[in-house]
């Protein structure tokens, strides 16, 4: 589907809101490269992993969940708990006694000890003309396998031979399922997902024998197939598009309804990805006593249901946090995207192996002069007071002592004048002689309102200059800030002027309306050179974001914003904005080295607005400890053992007690055992720092429906 609500359309359309263009030039020289026939999928830029399933195959494999974040994709569910496990000694012990009571009793009876009374259905059963023939004599053996095969299965159930078995044979015990796997589709059937059951439903045969032909042919990959069936999702929502979506269809066959930059796939996939359950698979719960029974060796993934509650990842340099949660991530919401599901906007610095620029719509490398695209700092808005809270936030959100609501008042009393006498808010430079009060800019602007007659604003502009310089002023603090983006770097870099005429200026607005569309944006900040400037900017974003994400006006994509650092980026609002995004139907994804890069008071907050925390390994106590309290405690049974020496009494009891204690050099003891039900923590602070081994983590989940998983101790596969 088009972000304009259409079909497959080639007409030419005015861009709406929030659109980004797509940089222009000329064709490059040289024969065109070598690409797919028409109407195939685009060839994958990398090997695959190994034989996978066709795309029929794919979609026919059944999906059941049991609990928030398991991989859904063929899994089978466990038991909730634990079956009691008898020691192999007691089995083995306890099947040699079944076995010799077993014939024991085989003897006696075979022997007549017993009686003949295990024969009188023989002797009813048969007629007496049998008597001496062969017939009897068959009949006979036949009672006396029934009679022993009798014996075998009751005291082999007695002795539990079955479990025994098992357990030599296997490495483990058979795990109980706790429920059924949902039935295999098959193929052709009514509920065959590869032959679009639903078009078929609404009468449209034709297109679904086109599309079911597109799949069989290897035509078609999963990225096609969410797209269309998204496609058609939106049309039963709104039926006046279904005339568009069954020409596009017709006409375009697996590329109908493709998304805007044209591209039916990632240049490279790093993960693994169930694009019919919006699922990234992220590790293996290990299997251990630390993780719940029913989650141990189950596959873990991540999807917009658990991400919608956003998470917060800790980890030290190098435990993995970018190249094992936020390139599969990040990744799984690309595809997505070009699904038609969600919009994914990830910032992190510049060089950070976040994918090629080709997987993205939009690339803004700030500082940068080769950068297609600018950003724009007031965010599209052209409310003067928004866009002051927005910036007041980014510029003194982290500085203690200072009042972001005074701070977004002295901005709106320079932004609004500013924009009632030039039709555009300030740039970088402009902004920073406004709050430094030179003379030339604010007589500038004076004569440009008093010309305009905007009294209103002449009033507020009056109003700055006479609170500039007083104790509790914010304009130097925020003048100062400012000053960090009025670099050499930056020269040119923040373009306002709509009416630039270069060309050059392509600033990518972070609007409501940019969220309505399924956007790949990637941000680079220039953390090496101007780190204070890339915290500024990481501030604006997450402000921004979190106000345009609340006010869209269709929240039907699942929009979402990824740091790859988080570090000195959040601030009390923003902190208070995360806990409103999964209502509406955002999230975000935040990664810090150390909690210490947030502020004391808005660590505990922080842990308590986030739904999903991750602990990578090598985090420290002190953080291990603000874990450990967000996680709580939970009820365990612990066993107590208590060992006595016997004394005895008797001289002979006495002797071989001595004996036995000469032989092994142990008294001889009994032991006390004592079962007790205990509060302890699910993962204390030391487990966190000095139990969770490399490549492994530890993450909590919790769905936008209010579904919990328990911590779980994962490890993590290894992406490139």
Not at 406 to 433: H, I, N, S, W
């Amino acid at each position: 589907m088009d972000t304009d609500g259409t079909y497959g359309t080639d007409e030419k359309r005015p861009p709406r809101a929030g659109h980004v263009p797509r940089p222009a030039g000329p064709p490059p020289a040289g024969p065109p490269p070598a690409g797919p026939p028409s109407g195939l999928p685009p060839k994958p830029a990398h090997a695959p992993a190994g034989p996978g399933p066709s795309l029929a195959d794919w979609l026919r494999t059944p999906r059941s969940s049991d609990g928030p974040g398991v991989w859904t994709y063929g899994h089978v569910p466990r038991a909730a708990e634990e079956p009691e496990r008898t020691p192999t000694r007691q089995l083995i012990s306890g099947a040699l006694i079944a076995l010799l009571a077993g014939l024991l009793l085989w003897s006696l009876l075979w022997n007549g000890y017993l009686g003949g009374f295990w024969l009188w259905p023989l002797y009813m059963f048969t007629p007496d003309s049998w008597a001496g023939k062969l017939p009897s004599v068959v009949a006979s053996y036949i009672w006396y396998a029934l009679v022993g095969a009798a014996l075998v299965v009751g005291f082999g159930r007695l002795g539990r031979w079955p479990e025994l078995a098992r357990r030599m044979l296997r490495s483990r015990p058979v795990r109980a399922v706790q429920a059924a796997v949902p039935a295999r589709p098959e193929e052709g059937g009514p509920d065959d997902p590869a032959a679009w059951p639903q078009l078929r439903g609404a009468g449209l045969g034709e297109l679904a024998d086109r599309l079911g032909a597109e799949a069989g042919s290897g035509r078609m990959n999963d990225v096609d197939y969410a797209r269309i069936r998204r496609a058609w999702e939106s049309v039963r929502a709104e039926p006046s598009r279904a005339v568009a979506f069954a020409d596009s269809v017709r006409d375009k066959g697996a590329g109908a309804c493709v998304h805007p930059s044209g591209a039916r796939d990632l240049p490279v996939r790093a993960a693994r990805h169930d694009l019919l359950a919006r699922q990234v698979l992220l590790g293996t719960v290990d299997d251990s006593a630390r993780n719940p029974y029913g989650r141990r060796g189950t596959r873990l993934a991540l999807d917009p249901a658990v991400l919608g509650t956003s998470l917060l990842a800790v980890g030290p340099s190098g435990a993995g946090k970018t190249r094992q949660l936020v390139r599969p991530v990040v990744e799984s919401l690309a595809l997505q995207a070009l699904a038609g599901q969600a919009a994914v906007i990830v910032v992190a610095a510049a060089g950070a192996q976040l994918g090629p620029d080709t997987a993205y719509d939009v690339v803004v490398r700030v500082g940068d002069p080769g950068s297609v695209h600018d950003l724009d700092l007031y965010g599209g808005t052209t409310d003067a007071d928004e866009a002051a809270t927005l910036l007041a936030e980014a510029f003194v959100g982290d500085v203690p002592g200072i009042e972001v609501r005074r701070a977004a008042t002295a901005l709106a009393q320079l932004l609004g004048p500013f924009r009632a006498a030039y039709g555009r808010f300030p740039a970088v430079p402009e902004l920073r002689e406004l709050l430094d009060q030179v003379p030339g800019a604010l007589g500038g602007l004076r004569t440009a309102l008093e010309d305009a007659g905007a009294q209103v604003m002449l009033r507020e502009l009056d109003a700055r200059e006479r609170q500039h310089g007083a104790h509790d002023d914010p304009g130097p603090a925020l003048a100062d800030r400012v000053a960090l983006l009025d670099r050499p770097a930056f020269a040119g870099f923040f373009n306002v002027d709509a009416s630039d005429a270069t060309g050059q200026g392509r600033p990518f607005s972070l609007s409501p309306g940019a969220l309505e569309h399924p956007l790949r944006v990637r941000v680079d900040l220039p953390e090496r050179g101007h780190a204070d400037a890339s915290r500024i900017l990481a501030r604006l974003l997450l402000a921004q974001f979190n106000a345009c994400a609340a006010a869209r006006a269709d929240r039907s994509l699942f929009a979402f914003l990824a740091f790859d650092d988080a570090s000195h980026t959040l601030t009390p609002q923003t902190v208070r904005g995360l806990q409103r995004l999964r209502s509406a139907n955002a999230g975000v994804l935040l990664t810090l080295r150390t909690l210490d890069d947030v502020p004391e008071a808005l660590r505990t907050p922080l842990l308590g607005a986030v739904g999903c925390r991750m602990a990578f390994s090598g985090v420290t106590t002190w953080d291990g400890k603000r874990f450990a309290e967000a996680w709580g405690t939970e009820w365990v049974e612990t066993r107590d053992v208590t060992h006595r020496t016997v004394f005895a009494d008797q001289p002979l009891t006495r002797a071989i007690h001595a004996f036995r204690k000469l032989v092994t050099g142990k008294a001889v003891t009994t032991d006390a055992v004592t079962v007790r039900q205990v509060e302890r923590e699910r993962w204390s602070a030391s487990e966190l720092a000095h139990a969770v081994p490399p490549g492994y983590a530890v993450l909590s989940l919790t769905s936008v429906k209010g579904e919990r998983a328990a911590p779980l101790l994962v490890r993590l596969l290894a992406t490139g």
